[in-house]
């Protein structure tokens, strides 16, 4: 997830739209040869290969890698009886709601102050060198602080989510609004818009491709955070699970736990991309 | 009765040692059929912006019913070469945009909407989404859009500038249907000396550096469309092909190349 890609201009919309895609390698689906989609696939299976193997093998310790298979059986085990006073479906709904909790957040704050930054030069005086100083910055380090100030309970990991997805949200929503064609604002002029009616009519919606990008790489942003924030003071988590795993050195938890992180993450991109092609099915064909 | 003036207007853009035009005056009486024409450079696109209230002139004035043009307003309605409608929303909505603005009830709107939509024999397309349009629909589009506004005044930018020449010939006349329909005065740039001929009551011939009036034009072949003669026998006429030669001439006049 690389964050140069919300600081250009979002000349090419359908290249945006689909981030995995790099300009290089045409989308035709005519293309001779294998697809990529195959070549994954297969990558997927070898690396499944090599850890089935060097754990069968034994080439490395169980306490260091267990087999695939013993992590397939732990996922069982976990999602039924659960681990640390709570099952894998109560782990995964506490971070999701977290994570969804923060989003919220994140929207409410990150696309006035985006707006903002794209209308006005005074809103990206004010915004855009806060912005800037939050974006580098890892959760890890502001935790302590947000720890101190708010109490290590709820709101706090709220908190530290929220200020890793709010930098990618804004700045989307701004480049979104700077990408917005000078002539489709004039013409609504044109047709009697007050300058309100601009940003309501013509702005927001010509901006909202790009937010809904924001959005997907803000979610990124945020799962990724969660682990930091499930660290201290958290009952239930999926990172708190992998911690509580990690002390007790119960390899298998730990890695079952990274994988199911991974596979909500992939299945949150995939929501997203599915709300983009309804919400702005238009993004790509003008 | 309506007037937009143009009044000696210079236009001088920042970081330009030149103005781009300079004391050029154009006047457009409701029921004129303005058309500007030269050769790149000859700041014709900047003179309709000016009308439009988008640029500010440098120098002399600019006035609509003899009041000043300080901003864009709805009695002159812009039609840009790309046709700037809105892609969220249907067809319909684009055309019914002024008037949802205005805070016009929906049901109204629609009305509205489809019957200007009639006028530019777009029918049934109310529903579509704009990237199902043709570039010439999605133009029909934007005229109608213009039109909802219930202008005094049409500005159109090179609105056929994009099109493919079959439907940039059929356009022409649906220019002309719309503008005797609704008795607005349009101002117009293009860069076809054709399209010129066949729109214009009057043809406003410009050159660069600085952009000035060489010549005007009162061609008669719009006048001529409006009291029922069909457009081909229009250009099929001696006199139509005489009145090319010499507008070509005008336009090419000094040139160097």
């Known amino acids: 997830m690389t964050i140069s890609s919300y600081t250009e201009r979002p000349g090419h919309r359908n290249e945006e739209a689909d981030g995995l895609s790099v300009p290089w390698s045409r989308p035709s689906p005519k293309r001779k040869g294998v697809s990529a989609r195959a070549v994954s696939a297969v990558t997927i299976l070898v690396v499944l290969a090599i850890w089935a193997l060097s754990a069968r093998l034994q080439l490395v310790s169980p306490v260091f890698l267990p087999s695939p298979l013993a992590v397939w059986n732990k996922f069982i085990v976990v999602a039924r009886d659960g681990f640390v006073d709570a099952t894998l479906l109560q782990h995964a709904v506490a971070s999701l709601a977290r994570v969804f909790a923060a989003l919220v957040a994140a929207i409410l704050i990150g696309v006035p102050v985006g707006l903002a930054i794209g209308i006005s030069s005074v809103g990206r005086g004010i915004f855009d060198p806060l912005l800037e100083f939050l974006r580098p910055i890892p959760p890890l380090a502001y935790l302590p602080l947000v720890i101190i100030w708010f109490g290590i309970g709820e709101p706090s990991k709220i908190l530290v989510i929220a200020i890793a997805m709010l930098a990618p949200v804004a700045l989307s929503t701004a480049s979104g609004v700077r990408g917005v064609s000078q002539e489709r604002i004039n013409a609504a002029r044109s047709l009697g818009a007050t300058r309100a009616q601009v940003v309501r009519h013509v702005i927001v919606p010509s901006a909202l491709p790009s937010i809904l990008t924001g959005l997907r790489i803000a979610l990124g942003a945020g799962w990724s955070t969660l682990v930091a924030a499930e660290l201290v003071a958290a009952t239930r988590g999926l990172g708190f699970m992998i911690q509580s795993a990690a002390q007790f050195l119960v390899t298998d938890v730990v890695v079952m736990g990274i994988l199911v992180i991974a596979a909500i993450a992939f299945v949150l991109e995939f929501a997203i991309r599915r709300i983009e092609r309804v919400l702005v099915p238009w993004a790509g064909r003008e | ?257």
Request: glycine share 8%; net charge neutral.
């Open chain 2, 1 to 257: 009765m309506p007037h937009l003036v143009l009044d000696k207007v210079s236009i001088h853009y920042d970081g330009q040692a030149a103005p781009a035009v300079e004391r050029v005056s154009i006047d457009v009486a409701k029921g004129d059929f303005v058309v500007l024409v030269g050769r790149s450079g000859c700041g014709k696109t900047s003179l309709l912006n000016v009308a439009a209230g988008l640029v500010v002139p440098a120098r002399g004035h600019a006035t609509i019913n003899g009041r000043p043009i300080t901003a864009p307003g709805s009695d002159r309605a812009v039609v840009f070469q790309n046709d700037a409608l809105f892609p969220w929303l249907s067809a319909r909505e684009n055309v019914a945009f002024a008037l949802r603005l205005r805070g016009v009830r929906p049901a109204e709107r629609a009305r509205r909407a489809d019957a200007l939509l009639a006028l530019v024999k777009l029918t049934d397309a109310g529903d579509k989404r704009i990237w199902e349009l043709s570039g010439g629909m999605r133009q029909r589009v934007g005229l109608a859009r213009a039109l909802a506004a219930e202008p005094e005044f049409q500005l159109l930018d090179e609105p056929l500038g994009a099109l493919d020449a079959l439907t940039r010939e059929r356009m022409q006349t649906t220019l002309l249907d719309l503008w005797t329909a609704s008795d607005v005065g349009v101002l117009m740039v293009t860069h076809g000396i054709e399209e010129a001929l066949v729109l214009a009551t009057r043809i406003v011939v410009l050159a660069p550096g600085p952009g000035r009036v060489v010549q005007t034009f009162e061609p008669g072949f719009s006048r001529r469309y409006a009291s029922g003669e069909a457009i081909r026998t229009i250009k099929a006429d001696p006199a139509f092909a005489a009145a090319r030669g010499e507008l070509t001439d005008a336009i090419f006049e000094g040139e160097v190349a």
